[in-house]
Each structure stands twice: as C-alpha cells, then as structure tokens.
C-alpha cells in the first residue's frame, strides 16, 4: 500500500536533501572526507566542472576476474568490499557533478532557452488508457488475467469460467484496464485537446493483443484495430502532432503464454510443448536455461508485429520504440514483485528475470534489424528512427567511500546497463562492446550468455536514440545486511521529497546526475530522449488535483537540471515525454496513483466483467487458486471505472499542465511562482457537456500564451 505524503512542496523550494553519511560506508571502509562544494549551494546555472579523462567516469567496460577465481561467479566475486568489481574504485570515480553537498532550492533564472528543435511531449500506455477490453476482436492480454478480468472467450484466454482469478500480487484488487480512460472511444476528442494546449509529440502504444488477438500472425489480424491505430494516427497529424509509437507496453498477448490454474507442475519449462512468453528455453534446459533467443515463438511473432505496424504505418510514424521499461516487466514479472505475470512455473526470481531479459533483447534487435531492412529497400525513409527506452531511478554513494561507490554503481549495472550495455554497447577505445554488465555475470546465480550470431546481431543493430524513463533518486549504501555480498546493499531517500507511490522520490540533481551517466557510458554523440518523467498523487476531485504543486517543482526542477545537463555538461539531450497526459490505470495500484497532468474523472461505478467478491484468488508461490477475494474486491471499497457511461469521462487541466504549456510554446525554463502559490482561472474540464455545473469543451483558452515577464525577464 502507498504511504500517503505531503505535495507541499513549500515556498516554491525543493528542500535541502544531504548524504547520510560522507566519510564512511556501513562495512568500515574509511573514505575520505567530500571536498566542499561551494557551487552546490548556488542554485542557479550550477556550473560545475565534470571531471576529465576515462579514469574519472565508470565509462569503460570493467575486467572479469580469471577463470577459476574462487568464490566466483557468485555473491562475494571481487575485490573486497566491492562484490562485482575486480578492484574497489576510488574517490576520484564518486559519480559527478556533485559530491557531498546538493542543491537546495531551484529558482527561477530567465533565458534558460533550450536548444532549436527540442521535442516536447507526454505518454501514455495502451492498457493504461484505451478500455474496450472485448470488444472488435481484441485478444487476452497477460495483464487482463493478472488483474482478474473476465476473458471467457476471448481469443488467447485461458480462462474457461467466469469470475476468473486475480493474481494475489496485484497489490489494488479488483481495479482493471477494462474501461480505463475510455481512449477507444474518446481518441478524437483527446486528440483535439492535446492540439488546443499545444502538445506537438505524442507518445503511445500499440496493444498487441489488440491488433493480432493470440499474438500469433497465422492465426489471423485484426482489421478492426488496424483500422483504429490508422484512425488515431491520422488524426494526430492532422492536428500537428507527431506520434511516437511504443510497440511493446507489457500487454504480451496471453495466447502466447499457457498457464495452468490449479497444477503447478502441468507446466514445464524448457518444454516446446507449451508456450512460454518472453520464458522460452531450449529443450531440456530447465536446470540451466538457455534463452531460446530467435529461434523463441515469442520473438519470431514480435518481429512479424513490428514488421506489421512498419508497414502499416511507417509512412505516417518517424520515430519508433521497440520496447518501453524491459527491466520492469522481467525483473518485477516474477518472485512476487507486483507486474504481469508472476506465475508458474517462472516464478523463481533468480532464474525467470534473466531469460526473459535476453529473448527481449534479441527481439528488440531483430526488430531494429527489420526497420533497417526496410530503410534498405526503401520502404521507410532513412531519416525515420528507432530506440528501446529503458528505466532507471539514480542511485548516489551514501559516502565517499570505494564500497559505497561501487554499490551505487553495481545498482546502475544491474538494472540500466543489464538492457543497455548488449543493445547500445559500452563505449571503449575499440568502438562499442555489447554483453551484460561484467558485475551482473560476476555475482548473480545464473546469467545467460549471447552467443556469437547474437553479439553479431547487437553490434549491427545498434538504435539510432537511447530512450530513458527516470523518476526518482535514493542514497546507496554497502553492507546494510553485514553479509558484505552483493546483494548486502540498500537503498534509502533520507531528506527527499516523496510522492503517494512508495518508491518515488524527487530529487532533479539525480536526473542530471544518470544523464551524465548514460553519455559517458554509451556515448556522448549519443542523443538522449527522456521518454518518461514523473510525479504521483491521490486526488479526489478536478479543484484540488489543480493544484498540483509537487508535480510542478517536480518538474521546473526536472527541467532546470536538464538544461544544466545540455549547456553546461554537453549531453546530448534532445526530448522530454511528461508522464502522463491523464491520470490512468497504474498497474497494480489500479487507480489509487494519479501520475496524469489532467486529472480524470472516471466515473466510478459498476464494471461486472471485474473481479467481485466471489472472484478466486491465484497464488502463484504454489501455482493454485485458494479463496475469494471478498470485500476487498467490491465496487464499494475499489475504484472502478463504470461500464456503462464510460464515454461521459472528463478530463481536467492541473497546474503543471498549463505551466508546461508556456515552456512548450517558448522552449524554455518558464517561472513556475505563479502555479506553486495560485492558478489561473477555474475548473479547465475537457469533455462534452458539464461537469458540477462547469461547462466543459474540446479547447481552452486557459492558460493562454506566455507572458513576457514569465520567461524573459
């Protein structure tokens, strides 16, 4: 459950947040104490010196210890205190800019112009937002059977008898994506919206299962759904705005993943005679996997549904991602940790996470490896590009010391590099090296291995922009268990402003902080698109989600340190993707999160074709379904969007949405006083009809254009 905080982010301020420690780690190794930092406290340009040369930056691929090293792999490979690396880094290495002392308030400073071209944008997810679940021949998707959705019937479904079970880790049971914000119906009137507030990219997703039903191609398309993505793309560029395609949000088509209800060991795997999603592994191999790679059903069929959508709409679409957050839906898909799907027989974390991760991988390059194909021949224009996004929070050394370091590194290794380092390749003197992070195959229990076709495939294949989902920042500290292994550390926010959703804390130094990271280590020509950022609520109602004031010091300061991350740290950034255009379904927290810069007023009421209190419960620990959901699962004590009357949903502006207006229309960092301590006009309700006697319409003349005083002063 979400702990609830306060977004009073007061008198226009993000608060002072300070290492717990800078002189030692938890293990006893002494660092030295952090040089001061006087340019820290100067809140302004932050003008810092990034250190030179390779040895002052994590850049270079890292050695691996000789073959027969004792106690490798496995949790205490490497140099002492520092499990994952043959040799502890030294202070020198501390992850800059700053060290020890950070930014304290973020105020405004006018002409913070960023550069001519920059895309500005906001996402969304295809589950998160369309609803119409079952209707015009949309398959089953994992995430309807983990939520508990009633797929009797539907293409892929295995599910034979309603109510269907919910997965005992959806942590909001009884919350769907049946109805959701209704986007399959209401597409022409978000899309008017999103044009009269000056949205000019749009970035979203492709479902999968709504487009070929099993997810298998021989077994047939739809044409209704084709028809819609057709439609929804059209209209954006009618109205100016560019879309930017995901084809893989998590909805993996179950028509390509059995699944056994009540006999957990009916399934095998590494056994071809089940279908095994993003698990497939070669014959016999369950006590060691060997990912199935692209000889996998699961890759074959998600290269034919890229191929698809390039064809369909390649001539209309420039910018592509294959996949959006691999690391989320693989390492959080299994052990109960809260994503699709979290069953039998994959649940043991320390094998399922990796197998899926690398039959992603070879999906995401045989994908790129099509859209280059088809560039070839002409069939998409060579300016056309394509990128996976990956995700990452920062993690910044609790001390100064080497164990510390390293922790806060490993960390980054095993979760940004695990995807990044095979597909965009480590930059080193030699040109780039595409493997898994040296740390990872050091110290985790199993990690599969790229044979040599598939490095081949990696090395020419590499994306043209790396796409990066970042949030939220945490401190780093070694050896919180006092086991001094690998998995010893710990993550903890001490002094950072927390949002509703448990895991996110906002610190915008931390942003600039992984941008420096990610082009220091795959590349500095590399551009840098942010495809997602941030900040979560639980608002009740249109008037207080207005004012939202943790969501814009959230992102002024977001802002504020990319543009230091441009001018004076040279990164190459060249997009930033708000998250989200409108509160929506988030995952298993179903609608108790709103991440939306409009807040939605879902209509909440009865949807039968959710989980009721009779609905089973699967427990995937034992692969079985025991007890019923009960109360918990009733339409009284969960939100639930209303089947009936789902087109009468409205949507309502907060304040970040019209504060990001003005630094869209002017390209810059705009002063955000005015939003922190009022607003501008009254309910902004985007609709048809009326909303608690606020006429609501498809345009808004609020906040209107900036001005002068606000940017240019």
């Not at 920042?473 to 010893?488: D, H, K, M, P």
């Amino acid at each position: 459950m979400p702990r609830s905080t306060s977004l009073l982010v007061a008198a226009i301020s993000l608060q002072a947040s300070v290492a717990p420690s800078l002189s030692a780690s938890s293990d006893g190794v002494t660092g030295s104490d952090s040089a001061s930092c006087p340019e820290a406290e100067e809140t302004q340009l932050l003008q810092i010196v990034r250190e030179s040369g390779e040895d002052s930056h994590w850049s270079k691929p890292k050695p691996e210890p000789p073959s027969g090293t004792p106690g490798c792999p496995g949790p205490s490979c490497g140099a002492p205190g520092c499990p994952g690396f043959v040799k502890c880094p030294s202070e020198s290495q501390f992850p800059m800019p700053f060290k020890g002392s950070y930014p304290k308030v973020y105020n405004y400073m006018p002409q913070q112009h960023f550069p001519h071209g920059f895309k500005w944008g906001l996402g969304t997810a295809s589950y998160q937002i369309e609803g119409a679940y079952n209707e015009d021949g949309r398959g089953a998707s994992i995430w309807d059977t983990f939520s508990g959705a009633n797929t009797v019937g539907m293409p892929g479904s295995v599910c034979m008898r309603a109510p269907c079970p919910v997965s005992s880790v959806m942590g909001i049971k009884g919350a769907t994506g049946n109805v959701a914000n209704d986007f399959y119906h209401k597409y022409k009137q978000d899309i008017a919206m999103m044009a009269s507030m000056g949205i000019k990219n749009y970035r979203f997703s492709v479902a999968w299962p709504r487009v070929v039903p099993t997810g298998i191609m021989s077994e047939g398309t739809n044409k209704k759904a084709i028809a819609f993505y057709h439609d929804v793309v059209d209209e954006l560029v009618a109205h100016g705005i560019e879309p930017i395609i995901t084809m893989y949000h998590w909805d993996l088509p179950q028509g390509l993943q059995d699944q056994s209800w009540n006999n957990s060991s009916a399934i095998k795997p590494c056994d071809s005679t089940w279908k095994q999603g993003w698990y497939e592994c070669a014959d016999g191999t369950a006590d060691l996997p060997q990912p199935s790679g692209a000889k996998s059903l699961v890759v074959k069929e998600f290269t034919n549904f890229a191929k698809l959508l390039l064809k369909e709409y390649g001539s209309k679409v420039k910018y592509w991602t294959t996949f959006n957050e691999a690391w989320t839906f693989t390492f959080l898909g299994s052990g109960g940790r809260g994503k699709a799907p979290n069953v039998q027989p994959w649940y043991d974390a320390n094998i399922w996470p990796y197998v899926a991760g690398h039959n992603v991988i070879i999906a995401h390059a045989m994908a790129v490896k099509t859209f280059r194909a088809m560039q070839k021949k002409g069939e998409l224009p060579k300016e056309h590009q394509i990128l996976m996004t990956n995700n990452q929070d920062w993690r910044e050394p609790s001390s100064t010391s080497p164990s510390d370091i390293a922790a806060a590194e490993y960390a980054l290794e095993g979760q940004l590099a695990w995807y990044c380092d095979p597909v965009y390749g480590v930059k080193t003197k030699k040109g780039y090296k595409h493997d898994y992070p040296a740390s990872m195959k050091m110290t985790l229990p199993y990690m599969p291995n790229f044979t040599k076709s598939e490095t081949q495939l990696l090395e020419a294949n590499r994306p043209d922009v790396f796409g990066l989902n970042h949030y939220g920042t945490g401190w780093q500290t070694f050896n919180c268990t006092g086991t001094g292994e690998a998995g010893s550390s710990c993550t903890t926010e001490d002094g950072i402003p927390q949002a509703v959703s448990t895991w996110l804390f906002q610190a915008p130094w931390g942003f600039r902080k992984l941008l420096n990271w990610v082009a220091n280590r795959y590349g500095r020509d590399l551009p840098i698109w942010g495809t997602e950022s941030g900040w979560s609520d639980n608002t009740i109602n249109s008037q207080q989600a207005k004012f939202d004031t943790g969501r814009v010091a959230y992102y002024f300061g977001y802002i504020q340190e990319m543009w230091n991350a441009i001018n004076v740290d040279g990164v190459k950034m060249e997009a930033f993707m708000a998250w989200s255009l409108m509160d929506n379904y988030e995952w298993e927290r179903g609608y108790a999160e709103r991440f939306g810069t409009l807040y939605n007023e879902f209509n909440y009421g009865a949807d039968p074709n959710s989980p009721g209190p009779n609905t089973p419960i699967y427990q995937p620990e034992t692969g079985e379904v025991s007890g019923v959901c009960g109360a918990e699962c009733s339409d009284d004590n969960v939100g639930k969007p209303a089947a009936v009357g789902a087109y009468g949903q409205t949507r309502h502006a907060k304040n970040s949405i019209l504060w990001l207006q003005w630094v869209w229309e002017t390209n810059t960092v705009v002063d955000h006083s005015q939003f922190m301590s009022s607003t501008i006009g009254g309910d902004v309700c985007y609709g048809e009809g009326e909303y608690n006697g606020v006429a609501c319409s498809l345009s808004s003349d609020i906040p209107g254009p900036a001005p002068a005083s606000a940017f240019s002063r």
